[in-house]
Each structure stands twice: as C-alpha cells, then as structure tokens.
C-alpha cells in the first residue's frame, strides 16, 4: 500500500524552473524521510535532496546547492523539489523515495517510478 508517484517533470530550456511533486499514500510524509535521487544515462543513481521526517534538517548535493529547495507539505501528504537555474547537467530520471534515516532514507526504503526532467536549447 505504499506508494509514491512524481510528476511535474518534462523539457526546459536551460535557466528554467520545474517543480516535481512526490504524492504519498499509504503512511504519512511526517513520519519518514524523504530524498530526491536522479539518475542520467548511463550513469549511477545520485541523492539530489533529502528532508528529515521532522522537516528540522535538509540535505542538498553540492551540484545544486543555491538552486534546489526541497520541501513538505503534511496536509497534502506531498513532497515538492523546486528546482531553479536548470542546466543540461540536471538532465535526468528523478526518483523520490521514503525511508528510516536522519536526513536521508537509508533502510525500509520505498521509490516512486521516477519522472524524466530533460534541460536543452
């Protein structure tokens, strides 16, 4: 019964906004960590942001520090990646996943089916 499912993603010129939404069921965002993970081609799967369950601490990767925010909304029982200043680098499948951890989900981890974020001209 746990579920996570991302959307928002799509094509964007570079220095262009998205936001991606992570919408839970099954357990309640409060009680988790949730991290936003990415995966390009050909490349390994990489932590983007995390949010601790208490929403007390974040964590960003230094590659989108400034440019990122990661958020939470409990009444909606959502997750929102807001991401600002887009380059081709960011071109990826994004994931979100739920878990047991401090900032980051590290055990009893569940995943979304990922949305594809593409930046180019």
């Known amino acids: 019964q746990v579920q996570l499912v991302e959307s928002g993603g799509g094509l964007v010129q570079p220095g262009g906004s998205l936001r991606l939404s992570c919408a839970a069921s099954g357990f309640t965002v409060d009680y988790y960590a949730i991290g936003w993970f990415r995966q390009a081609p050909g490349e390994e799967r990489e932590v983007v942001s995390c949010i601790s369950s208490s929403a007390e601490s974040t964590f960003y990767a230094d590659s989108v520090k400034g440019r990122f925010t990661i958020s939470r909304d409990n009444a909606k029982n959502t997750v929102y990646l807001q991401m600002n200043s887009l380059k081709p680098e960011d071109t990826a499948i994004y994931y979100c996943?739920?878990?047991?951890?401090?900032?980051?989900?590290?055990?009893?981890?569940?995943w979304g089916q990922g949305t594809q974020v593409t930046v180019s001209s």
């Open positions: 996943a739920a878990g047991r951890g401090v900032d980051c989900p590290e055990s009893n981890v569940h």
